[in-house]
């Protein structure tokens, strides 16, 4: 995001789709959204389903600019979908607004969407296949 292009009530939104898969112990996923750098919003750690080949997944977060400056502060929620098995089950992974987060409005900022796995395995793995970020305000 460009410096200086947020203002006070401006609302980022990401949305991404894509696929994903798991080994047989795939372990735990914790889901980040971060905006310059800054850790907006994250999920509790949670346990994966196993062995999971190619099922899709859909991660959604919003970021509310609260004020702007060297100081402005942002409040973020997200929400991911993760199919699970058969096409009629998914988990799902909240990543709640608690507090407000300080950043600097003036500088660019980057958007990101992160996943951590606690099993660091190459068959642990997802694949981004739609990002869309929108900004309005």
């Known amino acids: 995001i460009p410096a200086n292009a947020l203002r006070v009530g401006s609302t980022i939104k990401i949305s991404i789709r894509g696929y994903y ?9 914790t889901l980040n959204t971060t905006l ?10 949670t346990g994966l389903a196993a062995s999971i080949s190619s099922k899709e997944f ?3 977060s919003e970021i509310q600019v609260v004020t702007i400056g060297a100081s402005g502060t942002v409040i973020g929620s997200g ?16 990543m709640p607004a608690t507090a407000t987060v300080t950043l600097d409005t003036t500088g660019t900022l980057v958007v990101d969407l992160t996943w951590q796995f606690s099993t ?4 642990n793995n997802w694949h981004s296949t739609i990002a ?3 900004i309005t305000g």
Not at 21 to 29: E, M, R
Not at 79 to 88: I, K, S
């Open 79 to 94: 929400a991911g979908f993760l199919q699970a098995g058969t096409a009629f089950t998914a988990n799902y992974y909240s």
């Open 120 to 123: 660091s395995n190459a068959s």
């Open 21 to 29: 898969s798991t080994t047989g112990t795939p372990g735990n996923l």
């Open 36 to 45: 310059g750098g800054s850790n907006i919003c994250t999920s509790a750690v």
């Open 132 to 134: 869309i970020v929108t």
């Open 58 to 60: 859909h991660i959604e």
